[in-house]
């Protein structure tokens, strides 16, 4: 992951990834995701993978590893805008509901 950005109100902190997000990128930015999720005072987390061109099995690690940080500290967890291999990725490796992968056309976690 080459880069983040942050959105955060009262309800949700939204972190924006952009790039791959391979070993070497989960490596550099983890420790600094992880700040942010446990500094961030509010019920929700969610990640917007907009941006994200490709995730390998260390991403897939990144984003189950956030979930449980979120768990752990009573915050809601999704995931938005997976590219359709990503989302082919999550609905093969059975993540859509663990990870509250949301609807391409909803916005609203998938069911």
């Known amino acids: 992951m080459q880069r983040l950005s942050l959105t955060a109100t009262d309800q949700e902190l939204t972190i924006a990834l952009v790039g791959e997000i391979v070993m070497d990128m989960v490596l550099e930015r983890k420790s600094e995701v992880t700040r942010l999720v446990e500094e961030y005072a ?23 590893g956030l979930r449980r940080l979120c768990q ?11 590219a359709p291999p990503i989302r082919k990725l999550f609905e093969t490796l059975r993540l859509t509901d ?8 909803a916005g609203q976690p998938a069911s």
């Open 42 to 64: 509010g019920p929700a987390v969610s990640l917007d993978l907009t941006g994200v061109t490709f995730m390998d099995s260390s991403g897939v690690g990144l984003l189950i």
């Open 98 to 105: 663990y990870l509250a992968l949301a609807r391409p056309d």
């Open 72 to 82: 752990e500290r009573d915050k809601q967890f999704s995931v938005r805008n997976p």
